[in-house]
């Protein structure tokens, strides 16, 4: 198209001076934030006792290491399902109680709030647990590898059922469902120690692998289900 | 000091909300909404990937607009004293536009005037390059033959 009927096109396009439109610019315009300067400013909005019970946790495992000795790595696979319990609890803290149509008109969108919480809770937690397995691990004269499986999997399995729970229930009650469940998988740990001693031989592993993929997708398709659903009702 | 990315977005929304509603205040509250509901899906204005999403919204938002007003006042804002070949010439264009329809009226705003990505465009219809490329096409070959008819510029 030639230049000049552009420039007729734009002007008969024209439109009237907008009145409002310096204030809303000024109020929306945000700032260039880098993600790690974001994740940053997060930690500040995450509950303390979230890094109080993770690092309790954690200073448990490490004491049990000393004076359990080679069965402190199946103390942490019990315990590690409390952990679990912080993260879904943050994660989900807006929905359970009924804050996410508020906090969606936010500045920075509740989906971004929530993935920048839960990887400074899951950075402390990988950071946590990348010391605890290869400690508790080694009591037992397991490889890193299968601790790490043997652990990860309450883990995974919690997050799992907790996100469930708070996608079905939707409110305040969810934490209570969620509280349930990871003393559930805490004694499922202690019971299949007990009286499934066979599920834990060599030849078994491969399946436990499985099962911590299985559980991993499973977790991010919950985390992104609660995340429409609360779009979802936003809009409606 | 220049338009800055996000003030000159703004502009093209509201110039493109104003087409469709023709009410000054009501596109600019169309056009406000629009920034919001963006920010609350992405959290950021973005790039040309993100821009279908925003025409969409404000699209939406002009089609609900129109569900809930019975009238819509048009409003006819040239008059500039001195400049009367100007005017002439916006009034034939503007008379030779209204014999457009609606979508090609759209499709020229989009693509000449708010100079919106062939990308973001094909994504926003839902239709491939090829239909988009012959839809303008068409639009312009008409725009220029009524106003060839009518002898103006």
């Known amino acids: 198209m030639k230049r000049e009927m552009k420039t007729y096109l734009q002007e008969a ?55 359990v000795g080679k069965e402190s790595i199946w103390i942490v696979s019990a315990l590690v399902p409390y952990i679990a319990l912080c993260a879904i609890a943050e994660g989900t803290r807006s929905t359970a109680y009924g804050m996410s149509e508020l906090e969606m008109s936010t500045r920075f969108s509740l989906k971004s709030v929530i993935l920048a919480r839960l990887t400074a809770i899951g950075c402390l937690h990988a950071l946590l647990l990348g010391v605890m397995i290869p400690v508790a691990g080694g009591t037992a004269f397991l490889p890193v590898i299968r601790s790490g499986i043997y652990v990860i999997l309450p883990y995974l399995l919690t997050t799992v059922l907790g996100l469930l729970a708070v996608r079905k229930l939707y409110d305040w009650e969810s934490t209570y469902v969620c509280m349930g469940c990871a003393v559930m998988v805490s004694l499922l740990s202690v019971w299949t120690r007990g009286f499934l001693v066979w599920i834990y031989e060599e030849k078994y592993f491969i399946w436990w692998c499985a099962l911590v993929v299985y559980l991993l997708v499973k977790v991010i398709k919950e985390y992104k289900k ?10 409606n | 000091m220049g338009k800055t990315d996000l003030e000159e977005q703004y502009d093209k ?61 048009l409003s006819e804002e040239i008059a500039l004293e001195g400049h009367e070949e100007q005017v002439l010439s916006k009034i034939f264009l503007k008379e030779a536009l209204s014999l457009l329809s609606e979508e090609e009226k759209e499709l020229l705003l989009l693509r000449y005037v708010n100079e919106v990505p062939i990308a973001a465009m094909c994504k926003l219809y839902g239709i491939s390059r090829f239909a988009l490329y012959r839809k303008l096409k068409n639009a312009t070959g008409r725009l220029q033959s009524i106003l060839g008819e ?3 510029l």
């Open chain 2, 13 to 73: 929304i509201y110039r493109y909300c104003y087409f469709k509603v023709h009410q000054r205040e009501a596109a600019e509250d169309i056009t406000q909404e629009t920034f919001l509901r963006f920010y609350e899906r992405f959290g950021h204005y973005g790039n040309d990937f993100t821009l279908q999403y925003l025409y969409r919204i404000a699209h939406n938002l002009c089609v609900d607009r129109f569900r809930k007003k019975e009238e819509t006042e």
């Open chain 1, 13 to 67: 396009f024209e439109a009237p001076e907008p009145v409002k439109k310096k204030e809303f610019l000024q109020m929306v315009r945000t700032e260039n934030v880098s993600t790690f300067d974001f994740v940053k400013a997060q930690i500040g909005y995450i509950r303390k006792r979230v890094w109080v019970v993770s690092v309790f946790i954690f200073m448990l495992v490490l004491a049990s290491a000393d004076y």
């Open chain 1, 226 to 235: 609660i995340i429409y659903q609360t779009e979802d009702v936003a809009w």
């Open chain 2, 150 to 152: 009518e002898g103006a």
